[in-house]
């Protein structure tokens, strides 16, 4: 079964820093381009970034270019998101999503808080 | 970017009856490959998204066959042929076609 279980989410002041983790199991990760998808509260989805199986290609939604880094570590089955100088806009549920023939599975979420 | 815009915003129905979910983009979805990256995801409250169709038309595993897609270039249809009680949440349509990745804003399906 595939299960993706993010982790690392918290209350964060703003400008501060978060690492959030995805731990991925029941297939093979490293054949696999991953997405993180965010979702403020009672908001819809805002797709945020994207790596590919190898990590050579890697993409970014503007509004979190040259804050967000999407990394992975295939020995390790997990996928990252290094988000720094955090906004108050950045406070939403993020998701990692899987990406075959579409985004066919994802986690639960964790929760980033960004506020003084 | 390309902007993708669902209607109705909510859409009360009866159990048993039929709903219908429209998809619009700002720009074709046909990728140079050929294919047409349009998924419908469904987002039961409190629940993270699952994806029910890809490439425009295909269910995914095991999803229920009342669901189906349709459409071609910039028109999409979601189809629930009988709603039923678990179908009641938030679907969103999304295209994977070019980069950034967009969602539609969601429609809210609900019992009347």
């Known amino acids: 079964e595939v299960q993706l279980v993010e982790s690392g989410g918290g209350l964060v002041q703003p400008g501060g820093s978060l690492r959030l983790s995805c731990a991925a199991s029941?297939?093979?990760?490293?054949?696999?381009?991953m997405n993180w998808v965010r979702q403020a509260p009672g908001k819809g989805l805002e797709w945020i970034s994207y790596?590919?199986?190898?990590?050579?290609?890697?993409f970014y939604v503007d509004s979190v270019k040259g804050r967000f880094t999407i990394s992975r570590d295939d020995a390790k089955n997990s996928l990252y998101l290094q988000m720094n100088s955090l906004r108050a806009e950045d406070t939403a549920v993020y998701y990692c999503a899987r990406e075959s023939v579409a985004s066919d599975s994802w986690g639960q979420g964790t929760l980033v808080t960004v506020s003084s | 970017d390309i902007v993708m815009t669902q209607t109705p915003l909510s859409s009360p129905v009866t159990l048993g009856q039929p709903a219908s979910i429209s998809c619009r983009s700002s720009q074709s979805l046909v990728h140079s490959d050929g294919n047409t990256y349009l998924s419908w995801l469904q987002q039961r409250p409190g629940q993270p998204p699952r994806l029910l169709i890809y490439?425009?038309?295909n269910r995914f595993s095991g999803v229920p066959d009342r669901f189906s897609g349709s459409g071609a270039g910039t028109d999409f249809t979601l189809k629930i042929s009988r709603v039923e009680a678990e179908d009641v949440g938030v679907y969103y349509c999304?295209?994977?076609?070019?980069?950034?990745?967009?969602f539609g804003g969601g429609t809210k399906v609900e019992i009347k």
């Open positions: 790596i590919s199986s190898s990590s050579s290609t890697i």
């Open positions: 029941g297939f093979t990760f490293s054949s696999y381009s």
């Open positions: 999304m295209q994977a076609t070019q980069f950034p990745l967009t």
């Open positions: 490439q425009i038309s």
